[in-house]
């Protein structure tokens, strides 16, 4: 079965030589997220990927470096086209340009949405100084993914206590906050009334939701109250799309797929974080484990993503 992939990391040359953060990352992992070409493609083959959505790592840059690092993709594409394809680097620190440069992207190369980090400086998208970003995604009619991101210094204090950095870095990180951070970032936006404002907005979630599903009767209750035009449920019904990257575990998909409709849950593996192969085996054990029909699996590994992209099929 052929998949479509859709929080799948690179870097590019310009980003990498302009930040050290990077250096942080094993040798193998940055020479993958450096990969806009072979051993990318090779990876893609060993995991039955047809078509990756690629987007840059985590990090928020300034709009030159997006524009350049956008263009970069952009050439990497248009010679595997068949086999990749792209979201925008937004500066999101400057809405208007990061507007400018989504329409730029979707317009000239075709890209096929952003991914966006989950705050700006420790500040979430929920003021009135975004909204020109979402409401350009809604009129472009594509998708804002909206991806987790290294705790700001003030985040940062919440994990502490009296613990060693590297604790409270990794509790703020992939063990926890990453996730919990972007589900409080998705009530803000429901609570700044952007779902009534831009009805059409596209939003897509990985890891499961970021915890969302687990809680959503809980949300939907307490979200009722806050004088919203349209309910949380019906927002997460119509706006959002979930995917699986870098959770391969039964227990989370059942939740998922107890709150969210087959047509919204999508694979991906984030890529190189994650391993297309794992990515593959997990699949083999979703069969396994009957929680979805053969016609629903897929939907799940490439029929979704194609209808809302409009790409493939593949
Ligand atoms: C991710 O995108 O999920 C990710 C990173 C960096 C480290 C680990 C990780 O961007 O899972
Ligand atoms: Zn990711």
Known sequence: MPFITLEEHYISSEVRSANDEFASFPAHITQKLSSLSTERIQDMDSGNVALQILSHAPGTYPPALCTSTNNQLAQAISQNPKRLAGFALLPMGDPISAASELERCVREHGFLGALVDNHINGRFYDGPEFRVVFEKAAELDVPIYLHPSWASPEMLEHYKGGYADEVAVAMSAFGWGWHSETAVHVLRLYASGL??????????????????????????????????????????????????????????????????????????????FSDNKKGADFVERIKESGLMSAEDLEKFAHGNAEFLFGVGPV
């Open 195 to 272: 779902f009534d404002e831009v009805p059409g907005l596209k939003i897509v979630l990985g890891h499961m939701g970021e915890m969302l599903p687990f809680q959503m009767e809980r949300v939907v209750g307490v979200a009722g109250r806050w004088g919203l035009r349209r309910g949380f449920q019906e927002v997460w019904d119509s706006n959002f799309w979930i995917t699986t990257s870098g959770m391969f575990s039964l227990a989370p998909l059942a939740c998922l797929l107890r709150t969210t409709k087959i047509e919204r849950v999508l694979y991906s593996v984030d890529y190189p």
